[in-house]
């Protein structure tokens, strides 16, 4: 039976990790959890750089432990998750000295600013090495290869195209939950989840609300934290807001999973590098109603009006014009529903690691 060691994030999509791991378990593969990932962003450079250093060390050690067949790192196709992807391939290939193919993912990914970057690091030490020891990176969407294609078809060529592993039975419709949350009968609850930063529409999504005819039979859940989190909540209470808006804060992800199935509708108006959102699809499996913009896999997986709403990027007005027309429209809202719960079983986690067990074979 192969062996795979797997590079499991410290924090964020931790769940989805193991998830891969019991699946390519089920398939007969003998698999390894080791930490690989992002740092604390609140550390200096140079900590972030020993981090990375002293991981790479213990992926070293643990590879001589457990003698894999393949090396599955999660990480991003950008500047920063490159060159801590570029450090630890160099110093496995520099100091493991068995055979091994290496398998990369990544969540996300800003290809144009790796790719086309005039830096002597980036162009000269990462890129080649990454494009000559990595022997297949899996990608979430067809839109993220055509970029690199466009830029770099050699590395394109080692590219596949998969999923996340989504499991609608995580999330569970309850009482007990929406009283614990104090989410009202009467009102219809627009969810949003995820970081709070500005690139994921959050600022675009607050600044729809005045603009709704529905505004005052709703109730709009931010749930999450992040860097602009403080931020939002006061430009809430600069619009007067407060009072059809609940901000969570952080809720652990197995709680959190629960609120998708207690909503009326997700929105997720993102503008930024998605790979594959969970949110986005782990609404979608559990059959709610999703507005969202047309970007990478969202654009693969989902189609207006079976599955989606599609809303400009940065524009309220188009937020709000979506969020109206599903408040308006119950039946387009059972449609949407009863068509999520098809689509969500596509990421299912013996489909999907099926298909990444096809792409290791094939190395």
Known sequence: ????????????????????INGLTDLGYICK????????????????????????CNIIRTLYGFKPDILYLNSRFEPAGSTR??????????????????????????????????SFFFRRLVVPVLTKQVDAWFFLSREERETVCRYHPQLAAKIFITSNIVEPDRSVRSWSFKSRYALPVDKFKVLYVGRIVREKGVFNLLHSIPLLACKH??????????PDWEALKQEAERLHLTACIRFTGF????ECDHFYANA?????????NEGFPMALFK?????????????????????????VLWVEKQSPESIARAIDTLYQNRELRITMSRN??????????ARVCSGMSEVMASI
């Open 1 to 20: 039976m192969k062996k795979i060691l797997v590079g499991v994030p410290p924090r964020h999509h931790v769940l989805l990790s193991y998830d891969e």
């Open 85 to 118: 992807d570029f450090i630890t391939v160099f110093m496995v290939r520099l100091l493991y000295y068995r055979k091994l193919k290496i398998v990369i993912k990544t969540h996300g990914s800003e290809p144009e600013l790796l790719l086309q970057s005039h």
């Open 33 to 56: 959890p080791v930490q690989y990932g992002r740092n604390d962003s609140n550390i200096g450079k140079l900590n972030k750089l020993l981090g990375v250093f002293f991981r790479a």
């Open 217 to 226: 039979d709703c109730l709009f859940l931010f749930v999450g934290d992040g």
């Open 251 to 254: 809720i652990p992800e197995s």
């Open 340 to 349: 999520n719960r098809r689509k969500g079983k596509r990421f299912s986690r």
């Open 264 to 272: 009326d509708m997700l929105a997720f108006p993102t503008y930024c």
């Open 283 to 307: 609404s979608v499996a559990v059959g709610l109603p999703v507005i969202t913009t047309r970007i990478r896999a969202a654009a693969d997986h989902l189609e207006a009006p079976d599955n």
